[in-house]
């Protein structure tokens, strides 16, 4: 299992949003250059962010790219889910009806990738776009310290 490359992309659109102060706004032109994402996969991505309510979008002079809620109540597993669909590991999860014995409820493979799943969705719902912000920043200082 791997997150595609729009997944990627929105993680590191999401992590330059959060690092906004509160009402700032940001052009996708600054968002790109500064995280090197293509500009055509960039807006792409971010329009899948804000349908997803995760951020907000202001046109005009003047206008940008914002979170729509505050970095704490935003987490991976918002921005995965928001570009990328429902996590499941495999289509029985989805579904029972696309097991192909029928036998879902009974499956111990079924029982064994559900609770895989289920600590996948945990882990990526732990994490939120805050807590990153501040790791990023005791990362740069530890950088900067080095040099």
């Known amino acids: 299992m791997q997150l595609n490359q729009a997944t990627d992309y929105a993680l590191r659109a999401m992590l330059v949003l959060a690092s906004l102060k509160p009402g700032e706004v940001v052009d996708a032109q600054t968002i790109a250059t500064r995280e090197r994402i293509p500009m ?16 907000t979008s202001q046109r005009g002079v003047g206008g940008g790219y914002a979170l729509a809620r505050s970095p704490e109540e935003v987490t991976l597993l918002d921005v995965v889910e928001a570009v990328e669909g429902p996590i499941r590991i ?3 999860l989805l579904d029972p009806e696309y097991c ?35 790791g990023a920043k005791g990362n740069q200082s530890t950088r900067d310290s080095r040099e």
């Open 40 to 55: 055509r996969f960039l807006l792409r991505t971010l329009r899948l962010l804000v349908k997803a309510g995760i951020a």
């Open 90 to 92: 495999n289509r029985c």
């Open 100 to 134: 192909g014995k029928r036998w879902a409820d009974h499956c111990p493979v079924h029982q064994a990738l559900a609770g895989v799943q289920s600590a996948l969705r945990h882990e990526l719902a732990r994490h939120n776009f805050a807590e990153l912000i501040r």
